[in-house]
């Protein structure tokens, strides 16, 4: 009897201990820094991406078409710069990168919101400034996740890009639903004036992050060629393998965030009503990553990716068919869980298989997927035009469906990954 007692404080200890591991990573000094930037970094990114589509959609008397060509125009310069951004994140600082994108972004959004204030943009002018800074954001991507190597051992790896993944999630819930509301409520300027100021509290928080590069070496087996990355990933199967998933998931399933203002003709909702459906995404997407960063070293690795985009897919083609708007609230939940799990282990595994000294380019490489983007999305918005925004997103959804069940029937290097 006396045994009980012992054994639920043991119990209770061990929840504590696997409740704390969520958060192991914020123990290293070094990376707590980067954390605590990153979430202002996170807030700024995550506000553009819903006011950016949201403004063009307005300008352009809500055209689907239109709504694609301003994303894919965002995406675009990644499937050209990713290379060089790669090699240059292994060769020099990351933190000095992230520094100057952020100011460059803040730029940006200064420039959109007097632009919006004086009533002088169309929305090609949204289009152009997208490009600029879809080329900036081309560094800041691998150049984020490639840095955590560098600022924790492997010991935590999982946990801190799980703990990165969250924080970018986090800021999902809250900050486009605040960009949404301010953009319905006191006009877009006021969105982007948001912007520009969460980029530059992040640019002084940044000062605190250390100057090296991650993972970074002074004796070098490998040249700084971007070419190398290719090289790299060719002759590591498992790295490949990765590559190759990174490239569906996100060719048909990052779209989706960026095509949810065709929400408001599917649900009769306006923008703050777009903006509380990223928040459903949000919450969703920080159950999932909080989860993946809680696992620890889980041996299944592979069937747990499969698993989440899966879910993914299925997620979206529920809504893509969903027709009442507090079932699509609900079904943003699974989606964001299916979508920030499937990136944890994801980009954890590409950490986990790559050298130090190539992790950015490798890191690159798989964001490079996201040039290819545009051709999904004008793909998807020519769907819309044509037959309907219901059947062109459930296409995509069902892309992504299709290519879980061939990875879990046939692919044994992804299925047998640990």
Do not use: C
């Amino acid at each position: 009897m006396a045994q009980e007692p012992q054994q639920a404080q043991s119990e209770e200890r061990t929840g504590r201990r696997r409740w704390l591991r969520t958060f192991d990573a914020l123990e290293v000094p070094a990376y707590r820094s980067y954390f605590i930037a990153m979430l202002f970094y996170f807030g700024a990114m995550q506000a553009t991406m819903l006011a950016r589509p949201l403004l063009a959609y307005d300008l352009a008397d809500r055209a689907p078409i239109v709504l694609g060509i301003v994303i894919a125009a965002n995406n675009a310069p990644s499937l050209v710069l990713s290379p060089f951004a790669g090699a240059l994140a292994d060769r020099v600082s990351m933190r000095n990168i992230l520094i100057v994108a952020a100011g460059l972004m803040a730029v940006f959004a200064g420039i959109t919101a007097v632009g919006v204030a004086m009533d002088v943009l169309d929305w090609w002018h949204v289009m152009v400034i997208g490009v600029f800074q879809g080329s900036v954001m081309v560094f800041i991507t691998p150049t984020r996740r490639a840095i955590i190597g560098g600022l924790v051992d492997e010991r935590h790896l999982l946990n801190a890009t799980g703990l990165h993944t969250m924080s970018q999630n986090a800021n999902r819930t809250l900050l486009p639903l605040v960009a949404g509301v301010l953009f319905a409520r006191a006009g877009a300027e006021w969105a982007y004036v948001l912007i520009a100021a969460l980029y530059v509290v992040a640019i002084g928080l940044m000062f605190f992050t250390p100057v090296r590069g991650a993972g970074a070496s002074r004796r070098r087996s490998r040249s700084g060629s971007p070419l190398e990355g290719f090289r790299y990933v060719w002759q590591a199967p498992p790295i490949r393998t990765l590559i190759l998933a990174g490239f569906v998931i996100t060719v048909f399933g990052q779209p989706f965030q960026h095509l949810l203002p065709l929400a408001q003709d599917l649900l009769q909702i306006e923008a703050d009503g777009v903006g509380l459906l990223v928040t459903f995404f949000g919450l969703g997407s920080l159950f999932g990553s909080t989860t993946a960063a809680s696992l620890g070293d889980f041996q299944r690795k592979g069937l747990l990716l499969i698993g989440f985009f899966s879910l993914f897919g299925a997620g979206v083609v529920g809504f893509a068919w969903s027709s009442w708007y507090v079932l699509s609230l609900l079904l943003m939940l699974p989606i964001g869980i299916g979508h920030s799990g499937r990136t944890v282990v994801h980009l954890a595994a590409l950490q986990t298989y790559s050298e130090n000294e190539m992790r950015g380019r490798v890191q690159a490489l798989n964001a490079m997927m996201g040039g290819l983007i545009p051709v999904a999305i004008l793909g998807i918005t020519g769907l819309a035009e044509l037959f309907g925004g219901r059947i062109a997103l459930a296409s995509a959804g069902s892309v992504i469906l299709a290519y879980g069940a061939w990875e879990t029937l046939f692919s044994r290097t992804l299925r047998s990954m640990r």
